[in-house]
């Protein structure tokens, strides 16, 4: 893929060997400071409603990103659009909509906590349908990592609200589908672009677009005569307006286009390991709002970000 086809902020990453690790450790990042804001938006908006806004600005950010560019369609065929329009419409459609219910089950650090379910499953689908086996030394690093991130965010946190069984259950269920969505969709969009010219930025809008797609399909079903109430209160606030924005910028706008460049250049076990390291980052975002960052949390941490210098390795 030419330089031209990525945004000035991909264009350093092309030049390394290591651009799908790096990539991918972005799209976490981006990924923890929209999960911040959408932990305080879910209560408000229901999660369909709050997934297909995000999907629609993100999809008008980068229809105006291609434009800016001048992509074409000329690299796209027939195969790699029908894999990415499905890996969107499973793990958009239903799988943002399942991690959101389960946000607003459990509270965003046993959602991201599961998250850490979707790179196993994602090097095991990669194994079965791609022939993709990874290296003893990169299956090391994704335990660690795996470990450091599952240990941090088990820590109860003071700001933890106790949980129903039912709800637990309820929450787990939603975050499990979530995670299985995830993985099935992130080896659809490895198949779909490994070794081929198409640009990052379209595969995202076409994966956002399918995504819009089921979740236009199950508003009607749910809500046919009213399915989107949720509207009326973004018009009355404009600051909760705001932040569905500067979510949907962070959390799918930049982090789809940085989690499609993962999957283009790394393996999907290791890119789906990367991308789950985001409850690391949430610490810092903890931290400046004022919640004591304790020693096992530092310890998990290093040990995470152990686990990632082995995969660069």
Do not use: H
Request: with cysteine.
């Amino acid at each position: 893929m030419s330089l031209d086809c990525l945004p000035g902020f991909l264009m350093q990453l092309a030049i390394s060997p290591f651009t799908g690790e790096f990539a991918a450790l972005s799209a976490a990042f981006c990924w923890a400071a929209a999960t911040a804001i959408y932990g305080r938006v879910g209560v408000k908006i229901p999660p369909l409603q709050l997934n297909l806004m995000k999907g629609a600005i993100a999809s008008v950010l980068l229809g105006l990103t291609l434009i800016g560019l001048g992509l074409g369609i000329d690299r796209l065929n027939p195969r790699s659009t029908a894999l990415l329009l499905l890996g969107g419409a499973i793990g958009i459609g239903l799988g943002d909509t399942a991690y959101f219910l389960a946000l607003n089950a459990l509270g965003p650090r046993k959602a991201l906590l599961l998250e850490t379910l979707s790179s196993p499953l994602s090097a095991a689908i990669a194994l079965l349908f791609l022939g993709e086996r990874l290296e003893v030394l990169s299956g090391c690093g994704i335990a660690l990592t795996l470990f450091g991130v599952a240990w941090t965010i088990c820590e109860r946190s003071r700001r933890d609200t106790v949980i129903s069984p039912q709800r637990f259950q309820t929450g787990l269920l939603w975050g499990l589908l979530a995670q299985l969505s995830q993985a099935i969709a992130g080896v659809l969009s490895r198949a779909a672009l490994a070794g081929t010219e198409i640009s990052p930025i379209w595969s995202s809008l076409l994966r956002i677009g399918a995504g819009i797609a089921v979740i236009g399909l199950l508003l009607a079903l749910r809500s046919p005569k009213q399915p989107l109430p949720s509207l009326k209160k973004l018009k009355k606030s404009p600051r909760l307006l705001s932040l569905v924005v500067l979510a949907a910028f962070s959390g799918t706008y930049l982090a789809m286009i940085l989690q499609q460049t993962a999957f283009k250049y790394s393996p999907a076990g290791i890119a789906q390991t990367l991308l789950t390291t985001s409850p690391l980052f949430i610490l810092p975002i903890s931290a400046l709002s004022g919640e004591r960052i304790s020693l096992r949390a530092l310890l998990g941490t290093s040990l995470a970000v152990a686990g990632i210098f082995i995969l660069f390795r």
